[in-house]
């Protein structure tokens, strides 16, 4: 495989951009934020102080720059995109966070080999839409030593329905054939004031654009948190989340056996609050089986998705029906609490089935998923063997 037949990669490369800033203007907020992210995980930032530290996909660095002013020994920053790398370097160094310890090393995440073991390992906001999210999923987590950390992101049709409706609703503005620039010119009206009803977001409006919206991912999957569960039991354990979607009543004294079950708790938990990932306002409990059919639903729309964006096709009708079968699923719960986001579902509909203009739209403009999860792991220490791709 060349570097061309990476999705992900062969966009930003292809038009030498890296959109991926967070807004660092208050850097206190900033560290706040993150601080507030690695508790939700387990990891209080002064346990980083003297560890050994491997990033797959820093992008620009602005996060790193919270990671490496927390004290690691060691620090391996891995991105394919020049451009990422060139800015994240610039970034460490502006804040003095490029000592000794810091190493940045340009490489596909599927050509990089070392025989070192970490004792955690990031790979924040590369996972999903890649062509292999499992493979690579495989490959990032062989790096970590036996009762090392393992932090990741995982997205699921259901989390980002919303974003899927978004991509559907811009078809018509979007034309490959235009700079990268008029296209955004185009939509920053329509979703400019969608993002602005997203409070806590942190990306400025283009860059999320360019992300989401105009970034292709017909031919990449999602990876779901039972997804990456499941890919990881027999080596793994679940920590921490973001959100922190379980509780786990258990008397650590009866925990006994290395399979301890902490999998299994996680994972029916998300199976429970599957509707709860469709709209960032609403926290809600169900049985595992409604779970499983609205993530269902939500991969029906995914693939509609994915398949217009493949024939570059504007046919509105599928795309209405995935939204409706959502919809009413999510309306077999019948919970008080859903009903803003049913209203945005059904407007979304309407407009996608040629009703309703864009800008009579009221309800949906404030409909957000919880997009990415967070997820950390413990690499078990009875378990044997190491990544397949490592040599
Ligand atoms: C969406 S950005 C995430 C940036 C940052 N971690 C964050 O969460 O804000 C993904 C980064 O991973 C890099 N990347 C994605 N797939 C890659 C691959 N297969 N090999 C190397 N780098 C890759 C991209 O170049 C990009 O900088």
């Not at 235009?178 to 997203?198: D, G, I, W």
């Amino acid at each position: 495989m060349t570097g061309d037949d990476l999705p992900l990669l062969e966009y930003y490369r292809r038009h030498g951009i890296s959109p991926v800033a967070q807004d660092i203007s208050d850097l206190e907020r900033h560290v706040r934020r993150r601080d507030s992210l690695y508790r939700l995980l387990g990891l209080p930032p002064r346990f980083l102080a003297g560890r050994s530290v491997l990033e797959f996909g820093p992008g620009s660095g602005h996060n790193s720059l919270v990671t490496a002013g927390w004290g690691p020994a060691r620090y391996v920053l891995v991105d394919g995109n020049p451009r990422a790398l060139a800015e994240c370097r610039d970034l460490l160094a502006v804040h003095g966070r490029l000592g000794p310890a810091v190493t940045l090393v340009e490489s596909r995440f599927e050509d990089f080999r070392r025989p070192e073991r970490f004792d955690l390992v990031l790979a924040e906001g590369c996972l999903p839409f890649q062509l292999d999210p499992e493979g690579l999923l495989d490959h990032v987590a062989g790096f970590v030593a036996p009762g090392g950390l393992l932090v990741i992101t995982t997205v699921s049709p259901l989390s980002i329905a919303a974003e899927i409706i978004r991509r559907l609703m811009c078809r018509p503005l979007i034309d490959p054939a235009l700079s990268l620039e008029t296209q955004l010119a185009r939509l920053r009206p329509l979703l400019a004031p969608h993002l602005a009803a997203l409070s806590g977001r942190s990306r400025p409006v283009d860059d999320w654009l360019l992300d989401n919206i105009l970034h292709p991912f017909h031919e990449t999957r999602c990876l779901a948190l039972a997804q990456a569960i499941d890919r990881l039991a027999d080596r793994f354990d679940v920590l921490g989340g973001s959100p922190a979607f379980w509780t786990d009543f258990r008397w650590y004294k009866t925990l006994t056996q290395w399979d301890r079950g902490f999998n299994a708790v996680a994972r029916e938990a998300s199976r429970r609050s599957a509707a709860s990932l469709i709209d960032h306002r609403v926290v809600i409990g169900h049985q595992p089986d409604q779970g499983d059919r609205l993530e269902a639903a939500a991969t029906d729309l995914w693939q509609v998705m994915c398949t217009l964006e493949r024939r570059r096709a504007r046919d509105p009708a599928p795309a209405a029906a995935a939204v409706k079968a959502l919809a009413d699923h999510l309306a077999l719960l019948g919970a008080a609490t859903l009903a803003p986001c049913l209203d945005a579902l059904r407007e979304a509909e309407d407009h996608l089935a040629g009703r309703l203009p864009a800008e009579r739209m009221t309800a949906f403009p404030a409909l957000w998923g919880r997009g990415q999860q967070y997820l950390s792991l413990i690499r078990r220490a009875d378990a044997g063997g190491c990544g397949a791709d490592v040599e």
